[in-house]
């Protein structure tokens, strides 16, 4: 795979940090020592609420865990994906079909094809970049 063509804007990372409420995340992980446990569980904690979506849980972080994101029975403003970049797709697809407002690929993902598709689809998108390291940069003390 090539290295990716498309760059956030920081004012993207800013207006999804700032108007998020919502995140469901693909393939959060029942491993603690994984960033798709840990990035979540802190997000959690900085008062984001966390939607579980992952076929092989049934619930993690104290919430209901659901198969695929149309199977989500609440309005989601953010998908944030822990997937092989090769896997995006479908996600991303789905994100758009459940209306979701943004999508965040984590740090080490990029699927220029489907930031493209979500682009023109109205949707936000990070691509490459650690959710909680960019709400850090702005909002620890």
């Not at 995340?25 to 984001?48: D, F, I, K, M, N």
């Not at 609420?49 to 659901?66: M, T």
């Not at 984590?106 to 990070?126: R, T």
Request: hydrophobic content about 45%; aromatic content about 8%.
């Amino acid at each position: 795979m090539t290295e990716p063509t498309y760059t956030t804007n920081p004012a993207t990372i800013e207006a999804i940090l700032k108007d998020t409420r919502t995140i469901a995340v693909v393939g959060l992980s029942s491993r603690l020592e994984q960033a798709g446990h840990y990035v979540p569980a802190y997000l959690q904690q900085a008062g984001y609420r966390i939607i579980p979506v992952n076929p092989s849980l049934d619930q993690a972080l104290g919430e209901k865990a659901y198969p695929d994101l149309q199977a989500v029975p609440e309005a989601v403003d953010l998908v944030l994906i822990f997937q092989r970049s090769e896997n995006v797709m479908p996600f991303v697809e789905q994100a758009i079909a459940i209306g979701a407002r943004a999508v965040w690929m984590q740090l080490g993902i990029y699927n220029q094809e489907a930031a493209e598709i979500a682009q023109q689809a109205g949707l936000m998108v990070v691509m490459d970049t650690c959710m909680m390291v960019e709400h850090q940069k702005r909002y620890r003390r």
